[in-house]
Nanobody
Framework: QVQLVESGGGLVQPGGSLRLSCTAS????????MAWFRQVPGKEREFVAA????????HYLDSVKGRFSISRDKAKSAVNLQMNSLIPEDTAVYYC??????????????????WGQGTQVTVSS
């Protein structure tokens, strides 16, 4: 059983940056595709970014391309989400997830086995 813990959320002004991190309580994350999803009240959980276990290719929600960057820190068995040029529409609870989805399902939340508890990101002036 992999337990994921997110950190790095908070309040930031529009145009600012935040860095989210996701670490595992035990075991390496290197064999899993790792992803970030986000959710606002009353809406479904939305795919944000993913990085595959093999090859390390990355995938992004169109609205965050060029602003967000997902990466692995193998030494720390962590996955990071660097978020730049934040806008109010990025406000949500952000969740880290681990799984082994096929490529065509990499954006599908129920393809992921393990989830963190979520961290709040609020973009507001």
């Amino acid at each position: 059983q992999v337990q994921l813990v997110e950190s790095g959320g908070g309040l930031v002004q529009p145009g600012g940056s935040l860095r989210l991190s996701c670490t595992a309580s035990e075991g390496p994350l290197s064999t899993y595709t790792m992803a970030w999803f986000r959710q606002v009240p009353g809406k479904e959980r939305e795919f944000v970014a993913a990085i595959r276990a093999s090859g390390g290719t990355t995938h992004y929600l169109d609205s965050v391309k060029g602003r967000f960057s997902i990466s692995r820190d193998k030494a720390k068995s962590a996955v990071n989400l660097q978020m730049n040029s934040l806008i109010p529409e990025d406000t949500a609870v952000y969740y880290c997830a681990a799984g082994r989805p096929i490529l065509s399902a990499i954006r599908t939340s129920n393809m992921y086995y393990y989830w963190g508890q979520g961290t709040q990101v609020t973009v507001s002036s």
